[in-house]
């Protein structure tokens, strides 16, 4: 049985437009629409299969040997690397049931998400940066030198002897042997044509055992969502170049805190959890007792 889109409002707007008059899906009245911004590379794909946590553009240990070259190096790039976001939000986030599709709380959030630079996901887009800056390492020659001082100087940094140019030379077989997955990342961006917004309609019974949520605005969503869910799409063109540096620009401040409606599902995922913890808490005192 093919699963089809049951889309009930479609918009076309620009980025510029949505900073004026924040993006509303108004026909859709429901507490428990949230809302995925991704690129137009995507879009096929997400009408055709929904919205899967399963990562297929990269292995988890992609992200470990980038993240193992920076620390090797003692040398962590510019002060917009992608190395801090590799070394803490995406270190385990592609692992297993760690996996999810994320999505925000209201439209204007997901702006953010639906721009060039995203394109693929926020880890996709730190690896990029990864990538760019450890190219313009091995290409800049007094660059590369002040890291090999640095590395001759502090030989047992992380436990083990370190020879500067073994080190030197591992960061430029690291950026020739995963050539495919760095010109599959470049490519998303190429590719991009116009960020896309997806209106989601979650099912309680259905969804929310597999919720997780850490503040108000995102929330990740760790089983598959078919596309019969997919009830609004928003198409936003005009992407300016400053589009995907600020989160604020997309604010609407109009939005309620969804964290004061115990009716969205980001206000019943702590009610549930404490549910859950309670029962646990409930069957572990009833059916496995203490013995002192």
């Known amino acids: 049985m093919v699963v089809k889109m049951k889309i009930i409002h479609e918009i076309e707007t620009t980025y510029a437009e949505c900073i004026d008059n924040p993006l509303r899906f108004k026909p859709i009245r429901d507490s428990w629409v949230v809302y995925h911004g991704t690129s137009s590379v995507f879009e096929q794909e997400i009408e055709d299969r929904g919205l899967e946590p399963f990562n297929r553009l990269f292995d988890p240990q992609d992200v470990d040997r980038v993240r193992g070259a920076f620390d090797n190096l003692g040398w962590y790039g510019a002060a917009d690397s992608g190395y801090m976001f590799l070394a803490s939000y995406s270190r385990d986030r592609?692992?297993?049931?760690?996996?999810?599709?994320?999505?925000?709380?209201?439209?204007?959030?997901?702006?953010?998400?639906?721009?060039?630079?995203?394109?693929?996901?926020?880890?996709?887009?730190?690896?990029?940066?990864?990538?760019?800056?450890?190219?313009?390492?091995?290409?800049?020659?007094?660059?590369?030198?002040?890291?090999?001082?640095?590395?001759?100087?502090?030989?047992?940094?992380?436990?083990?002897?370190?020879?500067?140019?073994?080190?030197?030379?591992?960061?430029?077989?690291?950026?020739?042997?995963?050539?495919?997955?760095?010109?599959?990342?470049?490519?998303?961006?190429?590719?991009?044509?116009?960020?896309?917004?997806?209106?989601?309609?979650?099912?309680?019974?259905?969804?929310?055992?597999?919720?997780?949520?850490?503040?108000?605005?995102d929330l990740g969503c760790r089983i598959p969502i078919h596309p019969d869910r997919l009830v609004g799409k928003a198409r936003i063109r005009n992407e300016r170049p400053d589009d995907a540096d600020s989160v604020s620009v997309y604010s609407d401040p109009k939005v309620l805190s969804t964290l004061e409606n115990a009716w969205t599902p980001f206000g019943m995922?702590?009610?549930?959890?404490?549910?859950?913890?309670?029962?646990?808490?409930?069957?572990?005192?009833?059916?496995?007792?203490?013995?002192?």
């Open 94 to 217: 592609h692992r297993g049931d760690r996996q999810n599709v994320y999505c925000c709380s209201y439209p204007n959030a997901s702006l953010l998400f639906s721009t060039r630079e995203f394109a693929g996901g926020e880890t996709a887009r730190q690896l990029r940066k990864a990538f760019r800056d450890l190219e313009r390492l091995v290409s800049t020659p007094d660059l590369r030198d002040a890291v090999r001082r640095r590395l001759a100087a502090h030989p047992r940094d992380c436990g083990v002897d370190r020879d500067p140019d073994e080190v030197l030379a591992s960061v430029s077989t690291l950026l020739i042997e995963p050539g495919p997955l760095r010109d599959k990342l470049e490519c998303l961006v190429a590719d991009h044509k116009y960020g896309v917004v997806y209106a989601v309609q979650l099912r309680m019974e259905q969804h929310l055992p597999f919720l997780v949520s850490d503040n108000a605005t």
């Open 269 to 292: 995922i702590p009610l549930y959890r404490a549910r859950q913890a309670a029962l646990l808490k409930e069957l572990e005192t009833k059916y496995c007792p203490v013995d002192y």
